[in-house]
């Protein structure tokens, strides 16, 4: 296919397929004289990949070239793949602070994480953010919480294809962004109907 099929395809315009390429983004496809070159599948897996890290997961052209180099090398399992692309994920908290109890929660609930994963340092900035005003987190609480977020990551790792790193990585990166706002709106809702069954008569 020609950039303009693979721009309807994917429904990114024209300009920004450009863009991507430019950037490396999305590799050039097979030059078919001086100005054309034709594109496949490969380059519509990539394509949407490229766009879900940029517009959907907010991450710079820079970063997302850093996870798809990591693709491309291949480098071990797809869960490390996977994991190049999840920690590249906004927000980054650029701290020297050291996540010492998360990371210790972590290994409390058998979770097995990287000690650096970019979530600890976030757990971290979390629970410090309770402690500070006033309201602390109790190890048991937290527990709690974990086996229900557990509970939610097998639903997430369930539906997520093994037959290519492409589709695999894009539905981690937009399955994250895109549900979190789901999670937020449910837990609020459903804050609101425990409410009303408990302390409506209060």
Same mark, same amino acid.
């Given at each position: 296919?020609?950039?303009?099929? !693979? ?18 983004? &999305?590799?050039?496809?097979? +030059? ?19 766009? *879900? ?14 996870? !798809? ?43 097995? &994480?990287?000690?650096? *994963? ?10 410090? *953010?309770?402690?500070?005003?006033? +309201?602390?987190?109790?190890? $048991? ?11 939610? +990551? ?11 790193? $492409? $589709? ?5 990166? &937009? ?8 999670? !937020? ?8 109907? &425990? ?8």
């Amino acid at each position: 296919m020609r950039i303009s099929e !693979l721009s309807r395809v994917t429904g990114v315009p024209v300009a920004t397929v450009k863009y991507y390429l430019r950037e490396g983004l &999305v590799p050039s496809g097979r +030059a078919t004289g001086a100005t054309q070159a034709q594109y496949d599948e490969s380059h519509v897996a990539r394509l949407r990949l490229a766009r *879900a890290l940029v517009q959907v997961g907010g991450l710079s052209v820079a970063s997302a070239r850093d996870v !798809l180099a990591s693709l491309d090398a291949g480098k071990g399992s797809l869960h490390r793949v996977l994991g190049a692309a999840h920690s590249a994920l906004p927000p980054q908290l650029a701290d020297d602070h050291d996540p010492t109890r998360a990371r210790e929660l972590a290994t409390a609930w058998g979770w097995r &994480v990287h000690p650096d *994963a970019a979530a600890l340092r976030q757990l971290e900035h979390a629970l410090q *953010a309770l402690a500070d005003v006033g +309201a602390p987190a109790s190890d $048991e609480r937290l527990a709690r919480y974990a086996d229900l977020a557990h509970r939610i +990551a097998e639903v997430d790792v369930a539906g997520v294809p093994t037959t290519s790193t $492409e $589709e695999a990585a894009t539905t981690v990166v &937009v399955g994250t962004v895109l549900w979190e706002p789901v999670l !937020l709106a449910l837990r609020r809702l459903a804050q609101e109907a &425990v409410s009303a069954e408990v302390l409506d008569d209060y």
